[in-house]
């Protein structure tokens, strides 16, 4: 039986860990024309499968298309629930990921909390995220994080605002037959950079230093990350490898990480090219 839902995700680490075979975890994707629909992941149901396998005493629920978190994991005994979303890249030829800075979450703004329905009620659940980065050739993981969704953005309040950002406007145009969809679309960092020598090629779990201490897994932190808010606010995370040779030298200290993300300037938006005639 789970206490907690650190307890449930360190478990699911330990689980896709020991999956390794030479530096990268191997999988089975379903092939390309059994894919249903846009939304239909073979990633995402490849990892709720593995995690239901491997734990056939908890509840692992899949959300279906177009809902966050992507699984819900449910501890039949204790009633602890913890939310993963799903998040993964596809290398480059050349072994770098394909995005940089920062990813897109679409219209879902990330946190480490998430709303669930439990029969009638709304249940604020903890949710972590499952980042992984895919061979070129999509046979293996060759980065693997699970992560506290508070590493990218603690503010559940800013979350809950996302939930009812996207607005349809009706009646739109001279003839009032139209329709425009206003859809907020966020870019938050990108924890499978492959500047990101931390993460990078590397299989983690990404918990609060509380916790990590909590769980009686600080001796296998071989990072400690400070995440400062914008308030100045510290929050102290570990990153955990259960890989870690056995030593004496503390984590090495990392700060403001994602620093290159808020370098970013806006950029103009102008109008669509239109076709040119010689006058």
Known sequence: MFHSAQQIMKSVYDHFYGLTVNGVIPIDLRAPALVGTV???????????????????????????????????????????????????IQKANGTDSRGLTMDYNSCLPCGTAMIKVGNSTVDIPCYYLYALLSNDSSSIVTFILMHGDFINYDFDLHKQAKVANQSEYHHGPYGEGSVRHRAMYTYPNPLNYKLTCFHTRKVFVGKQYDCSTLGISHLATEEVSRVDVQGNVFLYNIIDNGKQVSTAPPVAIQDIFADCKTRKAKKRTSASMPVLSA
């Open 39 to 89: 939304q239909d992941d073979p990633f995402d149901c490849l990892i709720h499968q593995e995690i239901q396998q491997a734990f056939p005493d908890l509840e692992v629920t899949s959300s279906g298309k177009l809902t966050t978190p992507d699984i819900i994991i449910r501890d039949r005994r204790s009633g602890v629930i913890v939310g993963i979303e799903v998040k993964k890249l």
